[in-house]
């Protein structure tokens, strides 16, 4: 008995001993695997489903940055000076054709015989006769009417003059034919022609901007202009029952409706910055003045 309880103790200590030495299941391991694999799940669908509904926290803050763009440029937009509120739709992008704010132009100045100070802007006969014509490049098919430029001589001297007519070629671009009364400012007329560069200007102006429709205008077709305006005009838009209609401009600075639609509506003005001003209430009344309450904010 002694001998056989000795040999199952000696058995008993080897099994031991061997359970001890041989590799078991990696616990440790295993529950490392564990955590790492949730870990890595998130990866790879963010690269093969970029549609996943709960992103990497990196990537939510890269979609905030636009929109907190987005509302300092809403912010930044500039508004109307009156009380009126422009359209529903956003404020577009700067459209400022040939003549850029903010520039500077090289050119001549020549001189011409500005009569009552009418021209091919037809906004009629002016006591003030601080005014230009622009060269037909520049003149834009009318865009520049109605803007008001700083021109610069070599000696120094300067003036500010209005854009009430157009210089037809050979005109080149950059030059401008300024009124007998605006040219002796700057030089002795007798000289004719002199250097000069030239340069965008938003004026004080006392008083709102007005519309007048052309003569023959009606509810079957009419022409539509902006006169007293601040900054030069873009874009005019009529509303139709159809929205939002943008009218072509002519060379002599009307906005045609053709078929009538929205002769006597509302009015949206765009100026070369972007800013809009909608105006309401206007009826068709042919050459006649008729004041507004909004004027294009001062740049």
């Known amino acids: ?64 940055a636009p929109s907190a763009a987005a509302e300092a440029t809403t912010t930044a937009t500039p508004q109307p000076s009156a009380k009126e509120t422009p359209s529903a739709a956003s404020t577009p992008a700067p459209s400022a054709g040939r003549i850029q704010p903010e520039t500077t132009y090289k050119g001549v100045a020549t001189v011409y015989a500005a009569g009552d100070g009418n021209g091919a802007c037809l906004f009629g006969p002016s006591d003030d006769l601080m005014i230009a014509a622009m060269n037909t490049t520049d003149y834009e098919s009318s865009r520049a009417c ?86 030069p005009v873009a874009r005019l838009e009529v509303r139709t029952s159809k929205g939002w209609r943008r009218l072509p401009r002519t060379d002599y600075n009307y906005f045609l409706s053709a078929d009538g639609s929205g002769c006597g509506g509302a009015i949206r003005i765009t100026d070369i910055y972007g800013e809009q001003l909608t105006v309401d209430g206007t009826a068709v009344l042919p050459n006649v003045a008729q004041p507004t309450r909004v004027q294009f904010a001062a740049h």
């Open 1 to 64: 008995m002694l001998g056989t309880a000795v040999m199952l103790t000696a058995a008993g200590v080897l099994f031991c001993l061997v359970t001890a030495i041989l590799p078991g299941p990696k616990a440790g391991a295993g529950a490392g695997a564990g955590v790492a694999a949730p870990a890595a799940a998130p990866a790879g669908a963010t690269a093969s489903e970029p549609t996943s509904p709960a992103p990497p926290a990196a990537s939510s803050q890269a979609a905030a």
């Open 146 to 231: 109605g803007a008001s430029v700083r021109v610069r001589a070599a000696n120094g001297a300067s003036i500010t003059v209005r854009i009430t007519n157009e210089c037809p070629l050979p005109c080149a671009p950059g030059q401008l034919d300024l009124s007998e009364q605006a040219f002796a400012k700057l030089a002795d007329p007798k000289l004719g022609r002199i250097p000069i560069t030239w340069s965008l200007l938003s004026p004080h102006v006392s008083g709102a901007l007005s519309i007048r429709y052309k003569t023959g205008s009606s509810t079957y077709w009419c022409g539509i202009q902006v006169i007293d305006h601040r900054n």
